[in-house]
C-alpha cells in the first residue's frame, strides 16, 4: 500500500493540472469562437506564403 | 429643395473604441459570411489597410474585430475593404443584455470544469473503495479515501454548485419552491452524512454523489445559456446591420450622417424623401407625405406638415423635412403604446412553468416520503443514526437529476430546431406556452404582406418597358420606385433629373421618358382603368413616347403566406386578422387566405379588448404583429412573434422573432413547440419510473454509493437522448 504515497498524489496533481489548462485557456479566450478556431487549424490562408501568392494573383 | 449635397459625410466614431497606448478599435458585424474561406479572406484584406495592426474575425458570431494605431485609419476604409470582398459589415456595440449572457456563459463554463475535475478525481477514489469493499480495504485506507474525497469534494461543490443555491435562495425568498430547491437539499444533504459517516469510520460516503449531481446538471445549464448567448448574439447583429443612421445639422447649415446613437434629443435631423425616419420627433420645416403603415398599418399616405409628429419606422414619401428629435418615449402614440404594454404586461396571467409544476408537486412527496422511512425504521426497531442515514439515502437517490435535466435539455434542442428555421426565441420559457396555442391572431401590414410594397400588375406589363422603366426609377428614391426597380431587376441607372412630388425625366434616343404620378406623365385615361382593377394600390406611370404603361403598386402577401395559414389551420388553430388597415384591403387578404374572421380599422385599445375577450373563452392566443400598434396586443397575447423588420419596441414585447420573408417559421415555431412540450412530459414520465425503481431499493436500505451512481448518470443520459429527438419536428403527431 506505501505506492500510494506517491500515485495518489501524482493522480491528483494530473488532474489538478488539467484543470488549470482548462482555466488558462478559457481565461485566454480560447471558448469564444469554437467554430472559426476548429477552421483556422485545417485552412492554409493564413500562411505568410499564400498571403503573398494570393496578392500576385490580384495583380 | 437642394438642402443637402448628394453625398453626406459619414461620421461613424462614436463606434470607436480608445484603447490605451493609442490604439483605436473597432467590433463591426458581419453579413454574407458563409464559409470558413471568407474569414480567411476578410481578415487578410482588413489586414492590408495602412494602419491596421489586428484583424481577427469571430466565425460563431459574425463579427470582425479591428484595432488600428490612432489616426492611421477609419471605420469607413474597414467597410469598404469588406464590402470589396462581397460582405456588408457595420459596427456594433454590444448591448449590456449581451455582454451580460456572455459572462454567464463564461462563468458556467468555469464551473462546470472544475465540477468535471472533482467528479473524475473522486470517481478515482471512489471506485477504489467500492472495488475494496467488495475484497479486503482495510477501514484505515478507507477513511483516508473518504477524507481526500471531502478535501476534493466540498470546495467543489461549494464552488460550482452557486448556480443552484443562489437560485434555490432566490425561490425561497420569494416564498415558492423550484426544481433548486430540492437539487440543493440533495447536494448539502448527500456532503453533510458523508462527512459524518467519514467521522464515524464509516462504510458508504456519497461525495461522488453529489458532485456528479452537480456536473450533470451544469451540463444542462451551460447548453442553456450558450444557446440564449447565441440568439442574442445575432440579434445583435441583425440590429447593428440595419445601420441606422440619421442625417444632423452639426451647425446651421453643415449635415453629417451619424448613428442613431449619437443623436440626443433636441437634435435637428434631416429626413430626405424615400428615406425612413430613424428618430421620433417633431416637424421643424417642409412638408411630405408618410407612409405609417409599420406604426399603424395604415397604408394609405398621411400629409404632414410643420408641427407634425413624426415617429421612427416611417417613411417618409415626397418632400424633405427637418425634424427636432424629442425624448425616446414621448409623444402621444408612443406614450398610449407604452402605457398599454405596461397595464398588459401586468395583468399577464402568471404562467406556472412545466418544470416549476413538476416541482412543486414532487418536493413534498419526496420529503414525506423519506420521513416515512426514517420514522418506519425506527418503529421497526433500527437505531434513529441508521434510519437516518437511509432516509437521507432516499433524499439522495431521488434528487432530480434526470427531472432538473427533463425540461431544459428539450428547451436547448428546441431552441436550436427553432433557430436553423430562423426563428430566435427571446426566451425557452416562451416554448410551452407555443405548444398550447388554439387561436392565432395575425396583423394584416407587414405580417401577413411583405414589409414593402410591391409591384401588383407585372403580368400585364411588357418586359421590355418594365425594364426600362425599372432602369428610370433607379434615379428615383420614392418608394413606389423602389418597388419598379425591385420588379425589374434593372441595375443600369439612366441619365435622370428628379422632379421631387412629381417623378423623373430621361431623353433615351431623342424620346423622352417619364416616371411618376399619372398627372406627370399625362396618363390619367390609363391610370383609370388599372385603378379599377387595382382599387387599393398606388398609381405610378410611365411614358416612353408615346406608349404609356401604369404600374399598380400595392402590399402583397407573403409568399407562402396562404399556404402556411392552410396548415395552421389543419393543426385544429383558429384564426383571425386583426388590423389598423381598411376595411376593403383587410377584406381582401381575408378573402385570399381563407380566413373567415377579419377586423378592420383597429385601434391598439381594440386589438387588446379582442385578445381579452379571447382570453375569457379560455382562449390560449398566438400573436404574430410588426407595427407599434401591435406591440401592446403582443405583450397581452399568451405568447407571441414578431418579423424582424418590426420596429424595436415591438420586437421587445414579442416571445420571439423571425426572420426572412417567408411566413413558415410561424408554424414551425407551433409544431416544433407541440413536439417539445411532448417530449418534456415523456421525459417527466421517465423520471418518475426512474423513481419509482430507485426509492424502493433506498427505502429498504439496499441503495449503496455505487447504485447511486448508476441510477444517477444512468437517467440522465436516457432524459438527455430523449430529449435529441425534439430537434426532428416531422414524427410529431
Redesign the interface.
Known amino acids: 500500500m506505501n505506492v500510494l504515497v506517491y500515485l495518489l498524489p501524482l493522480a491528483l496533481s494530473l488532474g489538478a493540472l488539467g484543470l488549470a489548462g482548462f482555466v488558462w485557456s478559457l481565461r485566454s479566450k480560447q471558448f469564444e469562437d469554437l467554430q472559426g478556431a476548429g477552421w483556422r487549424a485545417i485552412s492554409d490562408d493564413d500562411l505568410p506564403d499564400a498571403i503573398s501568392k494570393d496578392q500576385t494573383n490580384e495583380r | 429643395m437642394s438642402l443637402v449635397a448628394p453625398q453626406v459625410q459619414r461620421d461613424l466614431s462614436t463606434f470607436v473604441r480608445q484603447d490605451t497606448g493609442g490604439v483605436q478599435s473597432l467590433e463591426l458585424a458581419i453579413e454574407g459570411m458563409r464559409c470558413?474561406?471568407c474569414?480567411?479572406?476578410i481578415?487578410?484584406t482588413v489586414m492590408k489597410i495602412t494602419g491596421v495592426t489586428m484583424a481577427r474575425?469571430?466565425?460563431?458570431?459574425h463579427r470582425l474585430n479591428v484595432e488600428w494605431r490612432e489616426g492611421t485609419s477609419s471605420p469607413d476604409a474597414v467597410i469598404a475593404a469588406v464590402a470589396g470582398k462581397g460582405f456588408r459589415a457595420y459596427p456594433f456595440v454590444a448591448k449590456q443584455a449581451e455582454t451580460a449572457e456572455a459572462n454567464e456563459e463564461?462563468r458556467l463554463?468555469?464551473y462546470l470544469?472544475?465540477a468535471a475535475?472533482a467528479g473524475?478525481?473522486i470517481m478515482?477514489l471512489s471506485v477504489s473503495v467500492w472495488s475494496g469493499n467488495a475484497s479486503d480495504i482495510n477501514p484505515e485506507?478507507r477513511d483516508f479515501f473518504h477524507w481526500?474525497s471531502a478535501l476534493?469534494a466540498l470546495p467543489a461543490a461549494a464552488y460550482a454548485g452557486q448556480p443552484f443555491f443562489e437560485s434555490a435562495i432566490r425561490a425561497l425568498k420569494a416564498r415558492h419552491v423550484n426544481m433548486d430547491v430540492p437539487i440543493t437539499l440533495g447536494i448539502l444533504l448527500a456532503l453533510g452524512m458523508s462527512v459524518v459517516e467519514t467521522l464515524n469510520h464509516g462504510e458508504h460516503a456519497y461525495f461522488d454523489s453529489a458532485v456528479m449531481l452537480i456536473f450533470f446538471l451544469l451540463i444542462g445549464r451551460y447548453l442553456d445559456q450558450a444557446m440564449r448567448h447565441k440568439t442574442r448574439a445575432v440579434a445583435g447583429n441583425l440590429a447593428a446591420l440595419k445601420a441606422e443612421t440619421a442625417i444632423k445639422f452639426i451647425s446651421e447649415k453643415e449635415v453629417r450622417e451619424v448613428p442613431i446613437a449619437a443623436i440626443a434629443p433636441g437634435d435637428i435631423v434631416l429626413v430626405r424623401p424615400g428615406e425612413r425616419v430613424s428618430v421620433d420627433g417633431k416637424v421643424v420645416s417642409g412638408h411630405s407625405e408618410i407612409d405609417q403603415s409599420l406604426i399603424t398599418g395604415e397604408t394609405d399616405y398621411v400629409a404632414i406638415a410643420e408641427d407634425a409628429m413624426v415617429y421612427a419606422g416611417t417613411l417618409n414619401v415626397s418632400g424633405t423635412l427637418k425634424v427636432r428629435v424629442l425624448n425616446a418615449a414621448t409623444g402621444t402614440l408612443l406614450d398610449e403604446v407604452n402605457q398599454l404594454i405596461e397595464r398588459a404586461t401586468s395583468t399577464k396571467s402568471q404562467h406556472l412553468l412545466l418544470a416549476d409544476r413538476a416541482a412543486q408537486l414532487y418536493a413534498p412527496l419526496v420529503h414525506a416520503t423519506a420521513l416515512i422511512t426514517l420514522i418506519g425504521w425506527i418503529i421497526f426497531g433500527l437505531a434513529w443514526q441508521k434510519a437516518l442515514i437511509i432516509a437521507i439515502t432516499v433524499l439522495i437517490i431521488t434528487c432530480p437529476c434526470a427531472l432538473g435535466l427533463a425540461v431544459p435539455a428539450v428547451q436547448v434542442v428546441a431552441a436550436g430546431a427553432l433557430f436553423r428555421r430562423s426563428v430566435l426565441l427571446n426566451q425557452g420559457s416562451a416554448l410551452e406556452r407555443f405548444a398550447e396555442v388554439d387561436t392565432v391572431i395575425f396583423d394584416k401590414t407587414g405580417t401577413l404582406t411583405m414589409p414593402m410594397p410591391e409591384l401588383a400588375n407585372a403580368a400585364d406589363i411588357s418586359r421590355p418597358d418594365l425594364e426600362l422603366a425599372g432602369r428610370l426609377g433607379l434615379s428615383s428614391r420614392h418608394p413606389l420606385s423602389q418597388a419598379i426597380v425591385g420588379a425589374s431587376g434593372a441595375t443600369a441607372p439612366l441619365e435622370a433629373e428628379e422632379e421631387p412630388g412629381l417623378g423623373v425625366k430621361a431623353t433615351l434616343d431623342g424620346k423622352t421618358l417619364l416616371l411618376g404620378r399619372p398627372s406627370y406623365c399625362k396618363a390619367e385615361a390609363e391610370a383609370d382603368a388599372v385603378a379599377r382593377q387595382y382599387p387599393d394600390a398606388s398609381l405610378m406611370a410611365f411614358r416612353h413616347g408615346e406608349r404609356v404603361v401604369v404600374f399598380a403598386i400595392q402590399q402583397v402577401l407573403r409568399p407562402d403566406a396562404v399556404q402556411t395559414v392552410r396548415k395552421l389551420q389543419a393543426l385544429g388553430l383558429d384564426i383571425e386578422i386583426l388590423s389598423g388597415d381598411r376595411e376593403a384591403a383587410v377584406a381582401d387578404s381575408a378573402c385570399a387566405l381563407g380566413i373567415a374572421r377579419a377586423m378592420s380599422g383597429l385601434t391598439p385599445a381594440d386589438k387588446i379588448n379582442r385578445i381579452e375577450a379571447l382570453k375569457a373563452q379560455g382562449r390560449k392566443v398566438l400573436m404574430v404583429g410588426d407595427g407599434l400598434n401591435d406591440a401592446p396586443a403582443l405583450a397581452a397575447a399568451h405568447v407571441s412573434i414578431s418579423p424582424v423588420t418590426a420596429v424595436h419596441l415591438t420586437q421587445a414585447a414579442a416571445d420571439a422573432v423571425f426572420l426572412g420573408s417567408r411566413l413558415t417559421p410561424v408554424l414551425a415555431a407551433v409544431t416544433i413547440s407541440r413536439r417539445a412540450k411532448h417530449l418534456m412530459v415523456q421525459n417527466l414520465w421517465l423520471a418518475v419510473i426512474y423513481n419509482a425503481i430507485a426509492v424502493p431499493l433506498a427505502i429498504a436500505g439496499y441503495a449503496t454509493p455505487l447504485v447511486a451512481a448508476l441510477a444517477m448518470s444512468g437517467s440522465s443520459v436516457i432524459v438527455t437522448l430523449n430529449a435529441l429527438r425534439a430537434a426532428n419536428p416531422r414524427r410529431a403527431s
Request: no cysteine; charged share 10%; net charge positive.
Open positions: 470558413a474561406g474569414m480567411a479572406t481578415e487578410n474575425v469571430n466565425f460563431s458570431s463564461k463554463l468555469r470544469g472544475v475535475f473524475m478525481n478515482l485506507t481526500l476534493i
